[in-house]
Structures are given as structure tokens and as C-alpha cells.
């Protein structure tokens, strides 16, 4: 980080650092003819002219490359001539070897240079792409509080297969985390399907299971239209994992629909607990195959109970020594520890054990439950019946918590 900022700062053109780092070329170049006066004649100096011509090209640009070049021919030049040897055979195999050497080194600096801008533009797009698919949650919704973090293994860019999104209803929060088979720009399009099917239909009054059959719908036609039919089995192996958690606002539980996707994590009262879906589905854009019921499972989820919602970037990632992260055991030490918090720890600790790129792309979301808030008053009355319904509504199935 230290040499990086360095490097900034001496391709920085109205820099400090740049000028002092010119200023030093220059006298190098400088002293080149004035030690020639002094040394005997049967010793140059000629050859460490090359020296501030490649840093300069290197640090500065090719434009500062290219004016360092030109001192440095007109200062071999002035040693030439100050020993009347300037038409000597060897004078001139230096001169023309230090031209054509600079005129090198400047083209592959302007090359460099050209390279850097346009990965900068193409990081710029990649950020704006992200802003647009992977929108920020927001910090609240209804009475949880909501935390995310995202890393990206591609390089350079910030866009990756996993996503994840929040929605509201009347009476619940909905959030949705994924991934899309594949990883970094290669899954935009998958990733784009999948977050524009569930923006467009989880705020609707439906039951999770239709919102389910919803996205089902709606990822396998999105990727049956896209598919360029070159390749029979590029349309089985497109998928993308997901879960779906639904938590009422009036009542101390959560929904959970995995479609092959990494139990959620339960922290209560300092314990650790997976929500195990009995029965997951298939991952989405597969579902179709094997008529695939959505059925909700339902856990208790109290006030001051903490959600975490992860990817499997997050629990493949391998130390040095190929030793998998170890999730479970490093959240039970933050289990009081407020969302932002929590996702920071773990983020933090997991590219601590890596200590190297990700591998894969990796997202977190952590969930804390506030308070219930109850319906409005006029729709107390009916509030009894309403939960009595859910209770007795198929495939939901009250679930116990511990390990």
C-alpha cells in the first residue's frame, strides 16, 4: 500500500514527488558530461544515461519520458564534443543505441499509459453497472435492521455472480440472497434476470411459495430466451442458487424457501443455529425439471435475534494451508455484535484467513430483529385469525432452534 501510493504520487504531474523525482533525472543526466571532463579518456559514462530515460518512462509518462530522452542525447552529445571524439565510430554506436532505446521506452510508456486509462474507464462502468443491479439495502426495513458486505474475486472489477436484495409488503420484510453460477462480468446478465424478477414481484400481497414459482418462472424463461442454442448443454448448467426469507412484522418468526442455496444462520442468545430447510428446491432455472414445490419453513425469530445470510464465497474460501473458513464457529464470538459490525467482522477476518485475492465472489447479510410491530389498529381484530393461517398453512413447519 505504501509503494502503491508512492507510485501515485510519482505519476501524479503537479506532484511534489514528481518533480523532485524529475529534478534528480535531470542532475543524473546532468552530471554525465561534467564527469567525462575529469575521468580519463579511456572511460564513459555513456551508459547510465539509459538509467533516467527508463525510470523517468517508467514513473512519469511518456511525454516526461520523451523530454528525458532528448536530454540525455544532447547530453552525450556534449560529452562527445567536449572530447572531440563526436564522429568516433563509438560515439556514434552509443548515440544511436541510446535514440533508439529511448524512442522504446517511450512507446511502451505510452502504451502502459494507455492501458491504465482504459482499465480506469472499465472499472468506472463496472461501478456504475453494480450501482444499478446491486443496489445498497437500506440500513432499516419495517422493524429489522439490515447490514451488507460484497467482495468480487474478478480483478479489477467490482461485479460478481452473488447479489442479493430487499423488498417490503404491507405486514413483511423479504430479502433474497443468491448465487449465479459463474463469477465477475460473466454473470451480469444472470445476476440482472434474477434481481429483476424479484423487484418485480416480492412486494406483491402473495404467499412466499407463489413468489417462489414467480421466480422460478421467470429465471428459466430468461434464460431459455438467451440461450444461442450453440451449446446443448449450456442451458442445464445455467442456475442460480438462492434463498428467500419472508419475517413478518407482527410476528416473532421467520420464513425460509432455500432453492439449493446455504442455510441461513440463527444467533440467540450467545447460540449458534443453521435453519436447516427440510425439503430445499432446486436451484432457480432448474425448479421446472423436477416440479418443485416452494413450501415456506418457518423458524422463531425474536427481537434481538441477529440473521446472517451468506454465499458460499464465504465458507470455501481456503487458507494457505487449504483449510476451509470457518463460519460457524468465528460468528458465535460476534453474536452480540450489531449488523454493520458483524458483517465487517467477518469480512475482515475472513480475507485475514485467506490472506490472499478471493477465489470466489463472496456476499454477507446480517439481519437484526428490532421489535414486532403490530398491524394497525383496525386490523387487530383480525390479527388472531391471520396468524392461526399461517400457522395451519401447508409446508410451513414450526422449527426448533439449537444445535
Not at 113 to 128: D, G, M, N
Not at 198 to 227: D, I, K, N
Not at 260 to 269: A, K, V
Not at 285 to 300: I, K, V
Request: aromatic content about 4%; overall charge negative.
Amino acid at each position: 500500500m505504501e509503494f502503491g501510493s508512492r507510485l501515485s504520487a510519482m505519476q501524479d504531474p503537479v506532484g511534489s514527488g514528481c518533480r523532485v523525482f524529475l529534478a534528480v533525472m535531470i542532475a543524473i543526466i546532468t552530471a554525465v558530461p561534467i564527469a567525462d571532463h575529469f575521468l580519463p579518456e579511456d572511460i564513459h559514462l555513456a551508459h547510465v544515461l539509459v538509467v533516467p530515460v527508463a525510470l523517468a518512462s517508467a514513473f512519469t509518462g511518456a511525454v516526461r519520458g520523451a523530454l528525458t530522452g532528448l536530454a540525455a542525447v544532447l547530453a552525450l552529445v556534449a560529452a562527445g564534443a567536449e572530447r572531440h571524439t563526436l564522429s568516433s565510430e563509438n560515439v556514434l554506436v552509443q548515440l544511436g543505441s541510446l535514440v533508439l532505446l529511448s524512442v522504446l521506452l517511450v512507446l511502451i510508456s505510452a502504451l502502459r499509459e494507455r492501458r491504465r486509462h482504459e482499465l480506469q474507464e472499465l472499472r468506472e462502468v463496472s461501478r456504475a453497472t453494480q450501482g444499478v443491479l446491486l443496489r445498497p439495502l437500506p440500513t432499516h426495513a419495517g422493524p429489522v435492521t439490515i447490514a451488507t458486505a460484497y467482495r468480487s474475486a474478478g480483478d479489477g472489477d467490482r461485479i460478481g455472480g452473488d447479489l442479493y436484495a430487499v423488498a417490503r409488503t404491507a405486514r413483511a420484510t423479504r430479502l433474497l440472497i443468491g448465487d449465479v453460477r459463474g463469477k465477475g462480468l460473466c454473470s451480469i446478465g444472470d445476476t440482472e434476470t434474477v434481481l429483476g424478477a424479484f423487484r418485480a414481484a416480492a412486494h406483491r400481497q402473495e404467499p412466499l411459495a407463489e413468489l417462489m414459482e414467480s421466480l422460478e418462472a421467470g429465471v428459466r424463461w430468461e434464460l431459455t430466451e438467451s440461450w444461442d442454442g450453440t451449446n446443448e448443454s449450456d442451458i442445464g448448467e445455467r442456475f442460480v442458487t438462492a434463498a428467500v426469507v419472508e419475517i413478518p412484522d407482527d410476528e416473532p418468526y421467520v420464513r425460509v424457501v432455500s432453492c439449493g442455496h446455504l442455510p441461513p444462520i440463527l444467533l440467540h442468545d450467545g447460540t449458534v443455529t443453521t435453519l436447516d430447510v427440510p425439503e430445499p428446491a432446486p436451484p432457480l432455472g432448474l425448479g421446472g425439471l423436477t416440479g418443485s414445490s416452494y413450501a415456506p419453513t418457518a423458524f422463531p425469530f425474536a427481537p434481538g435475534d441477529r440473521l446472517l445470510l451468506y454465499t458460499d464465497g464465504v465458507t470455501e474460501a481456503r487458507n494457505g494451508a487449504g483449510e476451509f473458513y470457518p463460519l460457524m464457529s468465528r460468528v458465535a464470538e460476534w453474536a452480540d455484535r450489531r449488523p454493520d459490525q458483524l458483517v465487517r467482522k467477518v469480512t475482515d477476518d475472513l480475507l485475514a484467513h485467506v490472506a490472499a485475492p478471493l477465489q470466489d465472489d463472496m456476499a454477507v447479510v446480517a439481519i437484526l430483529r428490532d421489535a414486532l410491530g403490530g398491524p394497525p389498529p383496525r386490523a387487530r381484530a383480525h390479527a388472531g385469525a391471520d396468524t392461526a393461517a399461517d400457522a395451519d398453512e401447508p409446508g410451513v413447519r414450526p422449527a426448533g432452534r439449537g444445535l
